[in-house]
Each structure stands twice: as structure tokens, then as C-alpha cells.
């Protein structure tokens, strides 16, 4: 028993000692703070396609770290955000944008949620409509008017 219970400890023990070693470092910032700033304004615009709902600069995924990695590059390079969020675009669609643009593609995309929202409520108000014209005769009683009124309880 001694000897088990040693062994679980010794393994705990080993693990705890190794778990340090899983940690990923802090990613290396620019060594200009401005630029670094501007790395991080585009990158807000960018949607990490590994999470999909976060950006770029949020997320520790390995692609949004090459892709922060690759912004910094381009903006080394001299391109401006436009290009940067263009050369994005082209390659991965409206999709890695975090707030796309509205045009046709993407209609369904920002006005979808209204119209099943709008959709949602002209059906409850026309079930409620409905439901106020019936007589009562169409609903079963509560369980506590039929024991008032002396009925007694109701055996299925």
C-alpha cells in the first residue's frame, strides 16, 4: 500500500516538475512601440480562423501568431493597412475580416439575425391573436378551478 502510494506521488510529483516546460513564452514584441501598436490595431480587424471568435490579436493560436508575425513584416515593408487588410482578404475571403463588409455575399451574414427576429415575433403575435379568439371550451381547466367549482378530482 506504502509502496502504490509512493509511486502516485512520484508521478505527480514528475508531472508538476515537467508542466513548466509546456508553457509557451510570451510572443516577442516589436522593438518599436508604435509599430507594435499598429500590429495590433490590424490585427484587431483580423479574425483568427483557428477560433473564429476572436481576433488576431486576442488569440494564442499558432496561425494568429504567424499571422501577427506575417502583419509586422508587411508593415516593416512599408504597406499600409489597406494593402495589409486587401493582401488578407484576397487570400482568405471576407471571412478572416472581423467585421465584413456589407454587400450582397454577406447580406444574409449581417441581416439574417433581424429577420428571424422579425420572424420570430409576427409568429408569437399571431399565435397570441389566435389563442385570444378561441373560447374557453377549447382549453382544459387548471386543476385547482375544477376542484373549486366541486367536480371533484379528475381520474384519466
Known sequence: MASWISLVAGALLSGLLAFPALAKDAPLLAEDPVLEARVMRIAAELRCLVCQNQTIADSHADLAV?????????LQEGRSQAEILQYMTDRYGDFVLYRPPVKTSTWL????????????LATLVLVLRRRARLSDDHFEPDEEEANAVGDGPRVP
Open 66 to 74: 504567424d499571422l501577427r508575425r506575417q502583419v509586422r513584416t508587411m
Open 109 to 120: 451574414l449581417w441581416f439574417g439575425p433581424f429577420a428571424l427576429l422579425v420572424g420570430g
